[in-house]
């Protein structure tokens, strides 16, 4: 016999919290990317597009990703987060330094502001990291996907301090190395140690629960995490001593091989669903590892071209870094969103009246601004891709405005589910 | 879960039991937890007033597992109030996609 671990009374306020500020976040991409259509044409290294980089990776993707985390940590681990003072400190400091931070990137001021910034910043993810691992102090029995989501944090703490470090080099000029190499450490621990294994740590627990799927190999999964882990430390090691060189292509197999374990244990679980019926968030997620695919296609070409010192690499890098950010992360997030918020806002508001008429949290949000989102980002996705390979202007501002349209329909669901009330809820 | 037997004492309460949990449904999945085979066992005390449900969860870290058996409770209490619900979750036999009934599985698409 046992029992289910009942929500904390404090962990509405701070995962919402979470939600919103990310939402909004999502929302200033727009004007930002508005503002930045010429930018695009241009090196990767530029105020602008590392200002969006930073909001959409920080304030964006990291944001909501924290706030899934502190509600879905204690479900996966049955125990409380340890402290949801430190949560609202954490939040709260990461929020300061992100306005800070962004703003200097914007105006390219690496003065003051940008050093404050990055230390708020570095505060804030000191503090949901610490969070997390104090509360996994608790663990009986540790599995591959509390693996996932612990070492994808030491690698967000990895990425934050390289963050400030190069901060600091701008006034100092300290590091021994060049900045550039610094960047692609900096972005690969975020992208590749950060991003990817907690998103495959969280959605190779969350995905068979969502499609009631009978198989599930978790030997993959081991793979992944081994695969994709020695692939970072070595590109780390390689690239720091000898720069990009033809071994980067093995450290890239590595990595993509890594990935491609989780996407057959993805595969295995929508291939043994019981569940048929694919809905509009889940096809979000689809999309969202079809960009992923399309990514690692591109990576080989960028070595490729970076090895011949051709000038393509640094376009397909910015083709590379948007298809991850704007596309893979923000698929994801803008599908999986509509699988979470709701269940969140529902456990809270209304999980006490089932057992009789009541609404269920898949009626939370309206289905048919669900669909237009997916289109008017499916759009963008095209568009905005097609525009950036090829150099095409026009097309880049074709995906900037359907990604406006995608931005607006996504808040408007999210304040949809906030702000629903009793009376106004479907039957 | 077995339906219950005409010879027993409680035939009409526990029909009427079975038929109240046929209408608590898992929120995500949107299917009633009789027909996802997750009720295994309901028994009547009379002596202690309870009503035993003995039931499992699609897994042990089902973050609508507190919302299931919340539901459970209510469904209980709202319907039978002169007894208490007593849920007893327990994790063998494991759930498993086997324990859908046939009604079960025609709601999900299968």
């Known amino acids: 016999m046992s029992t289910v671990i009942e929500q904390h009374p ?28 010429k930018d695009f044409g241009g090196h990767y290294f530029q105020p602008h597009l590392l200002a969006i980089t930073h909001t959409a990776a920080l304030g964006w993707a990291s944001v ?67 969070n997390i691992f104090i509360t996994s102090k608790k663990i009986k029995k540790p599995d591959i996907y509390q693996d996932f989501i612990l070492t994808a944090c030491i690698w967000l703490l990895v990425t934050a301090v390289l963050g400030v470090l190069m901060v600091f080099n701008f006034r100092f000029a300290f590091l021994p190395k060049d900045h550039l190499l610094f960047l692609k450490l900096h972005a690969h621990a975020g992208l590749g140690g950060w991003f990817l294994l907690l998103i495959i740590g969280v959605s190779a627990k969350l995905l068979p629960m969502f499609l009631v799927s009978e198989k599930t190999n978790v030997n993959l999964l081991k793979w992944s995490y081994y695969l994709i882990n020695s692939a970072l430390l070595l590109f780390f090691i390689n690239t720091y001593i000898f720069g990009l060189n033809t071994f980067t292509f093995i450290i890239a197999v590595t990595a993509i091989v890594g990935v491609i374990c989780w996407l057959t244990y993805v595969y295995q679980c929508f291939a043994s669903r019981i569940r048929a019926k694919i809905d509009v968030a889940m096809a979000h997620t689809i999309l969202s590892i079809f960009l992923l695919a399309i990514a690692i296609f591109v990576l080989p070409f960028i070595i490729f071209y970076q090895l011949k010192a051709d000038a393509l690499a640094v376009r397909l890098t910015t083709l590379y870094g948007s298809l991850l950010l704007l596309g893979w992360i923000s698929s994801l997030i803008l599908g ?25 949290p898949a009626n939370l949000f309206d289905n048919k601004i669900l669909k237009g989102q997916f289109l008017s980002f499916l759009l963008f996705t095209v568009s905005f891709s097609i525009g950036l390979a090829l150099k095409i202007k026009p097309l880049i501002y074709l995906g900037v405005v359907c990604f406006s349209v995608t931005a607006v329909l996504y808040i408007s669901n999210v304040f949809i589910i906030l702000f629903r009330t009793e009376e106004n809820e479907p039957a | 879960m077995n339906l219950p037997d005409i010879d027993d004492e409680n035939f009409k309460l526990l029909t009427q039991i079975t038929e109240v949990l046929a209408t608590v449904i ?61 849920v007893n979750l327990v994790w063998e036999p494991a759930w498993n996609v086997n324990s859908i009934t046939p009604e079960g599985k025609k709601q999900l698409g299968v």
């Open chain 1, 336 to 360: 999986q969103t509509f699988k979470t918020l709701p269940f969140i806002v529902w456990t809270k508001r209304s999980q006490h009246l089932l057992g009789s008429k009541t609404t269920l």
């Open chain 2, 26 to 86: 898992d929120p995500e999945l949107q299917v009633n937890i009789l027909d996802l085979g997750m009720v295994y066992n309901v028994a009547v005390k009379k002596e202690t007033k309870t009503i035993e449900v003995e039931m499992t969860l699609s897994t042990r870290h089902c973050p609508m597992g507190s919302a299931i058996v919340n539901s459970v409770e209510n469904a209980i209490l709202q319907n039978f109030t002169t007894y208490s619900p007593v």
């Open chain 1, 64 to 130: 909501i990703i924290f706030g899934a985390c502190y509600q879905l940590l204690p479900v996966i681990l049955e125990t409380y987060l340890y402290s949801y003072k430190l949560a609202w400190f954490g939040l709260v400091v990461f929020c300061l330094g992100l306005l800070d931070f962004v703003y200097s990137f914007w105006v390219f001021e690496p003065g003051l502001h940008m050093q404050c910034g990055s230390v708020l910043l570095l505060t804030g993810i000191t503090s949901f990291t610490a």
């Open chain 1, 10 to 37: 404090n962990l509405y306020k701070i995962v919402i919290a979470h939600y919103l500020i990310a939402a909004f976040t999502f929302l200033a991409l727009v004007p930002m990317l508005l503002f930045s259509v």
